[in-house]
């Protein structure tokens, strides 16, 4: 079982930043698949960003160059910063793992005023 617990989001004006943060319930070293999502009012969830096996890292196209993925392993935390948020950008976010199951957080919502 792992627990993920969002924080980070809020309202901010376009071109403005957030730093979304995921803190899990147990050590992430090992973990090969975790990453950011999110599902904006009416639209499906989809991926905004995650760390792969192996290290690596995707983004969807709409966030490249803007987003950045991190993490921390000793302190079980995995970070998103948004720069230069736009409109688009305003959902829920949600942080995901598929080691040892599937698991999500609750979500945290960011709001991106024009």
């Known amino acids: 079982q792992v627990q993920l617990v969002e924080s980070g989001g809020g309202l901010v004006q376009a071109g403005g930043s957030l730093r979304l943060s995921c803190i899990f319930s147990r050590s992430i070293s090992s973990f090969n698949f975790m990453g950011w999502y999110r599902q904006a009012t009416g639209k499906e969830r989809e991926l905004v960003a995650a760390?792969?096996?192996?290290?690596?890292?995707n983004y969807v196209d709409a966030v490249k160059g803007r987003f950045t993925i991190s993490k921390d392993n000793a302190k079980n935390t995995m970070y998103l910063q948004m720069n230069s948020l736009t409109p688009k950008a305003t959902a829920v976010y949600y942080c995901?793992?598929?080691?040892?199951?599937?698991?999500w957080g609750q979500g945290t919502p960011v709001t991106v005023s024009s």
């Open positions: 760390f792969t096996s192996g290290g690596s890292t």
């Open positions: 995901h793992t598929r080691s040892y199951g599937r698991y």
